[in-house]
């Protein structure tokens, strides 16, 4: 799975307006919304925010990844957001995060579901592109970001 062919800039958010974990998972499921990408934007935001009351999705090292799974998306789609000031997520390592990878796929897809949930994490093992990440200030720089890293 290649997250740069997914992640376009009109879903990428820098910097993120809200300032908690409810108002930034909304700002970017609006984005989706924007893109023409959602069949319905409340169940999206609801089966993100249901997730959410499960555990955190705030993996740690400044990084959440909410995501759902609902009938209001026909494929997976990606919404980033990057943090101007660090936010409370309930992280598992008790820190805020600044980057915020918001993913919803179909109810019947749970293999790309997966695929992208660990192709995600395996990038944001590395510190340095998350610093990078961190210190984008545009969203076509998030994209050049994600493709290059691909692309080592």
């Known amino acids: 799975m290649i997250l740069s062919q997914i992640l ?88 805020p995060v600044s980057i915020v990878i918001l993913l919803l796929s179909p109810l019947d897809q749970t293999g790309p579901h997966i695929q992208a949930l660990a192709r995600i994490s395996r990038l944001m093992l590395d510190e340095a592109f998350r610093n990078k990440l961190q210190k984008a200030s545009s969203a076509n720089e998030v994209c050049e970001l994600f493709a290059n890293k691909e692309n080592e």
């Open 8 to 95: 376009q800039p009109s879903l990428v958010k820098v910097p993120l307006a809200g300032k908690d974990k409810q108002s930034v998972i909304t700002e970017l499921v609006d984005l989706l919304d924007a893109g023409k990408l959602l069949l319905d934007k409340g169940i999206a935001l609801q089966a993100v925010l249901n997730r959410e009351q499960v555990r955190s999705t705030g993996i740690g090292s400044g990084i959440a990844i909410p995501h759902g799974k609902c009938n209001a998306v026909k494929e997976l789609v990606i919404a980033l957001g990057i943090a101007a000031q660090p936010i409370d997520f309930d992280s598992v390592d008790n820190k």
